[in-house]
């Protein structure tokens, strides 16, 4: 079992969908993100949650909208997208504080979104 | 604020080759820099890092050193494999977040 799972791998779907990406970390970690990545331009940080809290929301438009039921799950739910938006959408999480590695992010394998 | 650069891409070497992959950075103070490697259909791991000036980070036969000096932390290997086929991203942390160089991908030949 990998550390950081993302289901679905691959999703299609037309601007006026409502769509899930979900995400779930097997290591115990308490910090949890969401990343775009775009071709040709570095990752961007969207969200961070530590302990279920949000704590960083980058400017993200609010057709994207992150839920962290606890701390092991992660979603980012997707509304009225816009074919930008379709990019490979990564999750991470680390373990933050108390002797945890600084910078050191677990990452899954990603979704591939493509919006049409 | 914060930036990471690194050397424009792609790059193609032939196997046993030596390969450098320049980064460069701007952060106030002293932050924690970071190689990370996404392999092909795979979300990135970490492959070394260094915390402080003067320390050298090492995994799998790649080796970076934090420079102070010229804020860089070049990526080398002296003899690069086929399987080292991937993109590979230079980063800084800062209060829990990375700040990532828009990556470089790397091919070898046999």
């Known amino acids: 079992e990998t550390g950081v799972t993302q289901t679905p791998r691959h999703l299609v779907m037309g601007m006026t969908n409502k769509k899930s990406l979900k995400c779930e970390q097997h290591l115990g970690h308490n910090a949890m993100y969401w990343y775009k990545q775009s071709a040709k331009k570095p990752l961007e940080l969207m969200f961070v949650y530590n302990f279920k809290e949000q704590t960083e929301n980058n400017s993200v438009p609010s057709r994207f909208s992150p839920e962290c039921p606890n701390s092991s799950h992660l979603f980012l739910h997707l509304h009225t997208l816009q074919p930008e938006d379709s990019a490979l959408y990564l999750c991470a999480s680390s373990q933050e504080g108390g002797g945890g590695r600084v910078g050191e992010l677990f990452f899954g394998e990603g979704s591939r979104l493509t919006v049409l | 604020g914060d930036s990471v650069t690194q050397m424009e891409g792609p790059v193609t070497l032939s196997e046993e080759a030596f390969l450098t992959i320049n980064c460069t950075y701007t952060?106030?103070?002293?932050?924690?820099l970071f190689w990370y490697v996404q392999y092909p259909g795979e979300g990135l791991q970490l492959l070394l890092k260094?915390?402080?000036?003067?320390d050298k980070g090492s995994n799998k036969g790649f080796e970076a050193t934090y420079r102070k000096e010229t804020t860089s932390f070049h990526l080398e290997k002296g003899s690069v494999q086929v399987s080292d086929s991937a993109v590979y991203f230079c980063a800084l942390s800062r209060a829990q977040k990375l700040v990532f160089g828009q990556g470089t991908r790397l091919t070898i030949n046999p």
């Open positions: 260094a915390t402080k000036a003067d």
């Open positions: 952060a106030t103070g002293y932050p924690s």
